[in-house]
């Protein structure tokens, strides 16, 4: 059973790559049924992206996917465990785990996107790298290096024939944006040559992937 209801009514497809910190950048893309950029911006605080989304006419007719924001305070590096005590986090009482150092994603911005998922909006959370392997640069290039986002830049032009988009390159948060709209608008469309299922939940809201 699909998981998007009225799929013939919507007709904008918005991706949204969210930094887990406000200083990380973040990103919105906007595209029509034919693939065509109706917008691409650049966002960086919760209250940017709620704006921007509050003051979307056509929430209703719109399928949103948001990726899912990396905790970038995790203890995921060398330095970052030798810059706090040796002491087994969460095993010491005077090591309060404060800022989730042991949480992978971030959870910045569930509260607000499971609100508007309770108005009715179709809003849903999708994986970045389950969209990059589709398009087969995921482990061929390092993540977010220059040629990894030039790899991805030139498939969704040459393949996929969005020549809006420059040929210079475009920020990295804005490509990640952009794979979210194109699941969207695949989706939507039944595209034929993928099959789209919930591959997960976070915070409550589906992870919608390939």
Known sequence: MDIIKDKESKVSFIGL?????????SAVAVLD?????????????????KYFLDNWAGKQNSLILVSIPENEVMLSTKWK???????????????????????????????????????GVDIYRFDVDNMKKFFGNCYAYRERT??????????????????EL??????????????????????????????????GIYENLPILGI
């Not at 049924?33 to 992206?49: A, I, P, Q």
């Not at 150092?101 to 998922?117: I, V």
């Not at 220059?146 to 393949?159: A, F, G, H």
Request: hydrophobic fraction near 40%.
């Open 166 to 199: 420059p040929v210079n390159m475009l920020p990295v948060a804005q490509l990640e944006a952009i794979l979210g709209a194109f699941l969207a608008q695949m989706i939507a469309t039944d595209n034929k040559e993928f099959e789209y299922k919930r591959i």
């Open 81 to 119: 465990y030798n810059s706090r005590t040796y002491d087994l986090v969460n095993f010491d009482k005077k090591m309060i785990n404060r800022d989730n150092w042991t949480r992978r994603f971030s959870n910045r911005g569930s509260e607000y996107f499971k609100e508007l998922f309770e108005q």
């Open 17 to 25: 790559s969210l930094g887990g910190l406000s200083t990380t950048e």
């Open 33 to 49: 049924k034919n693939l065509h950029v109706v917008l691409l911006d650049k966002l960086f605080s919760m209250n940017d992206v």
């Open 146 to 163: 220059p040629i990894d986002c030039k790899s991805l830049q030139d498939t969704l032009r040459l393949k996929y024939n969005m020549w």
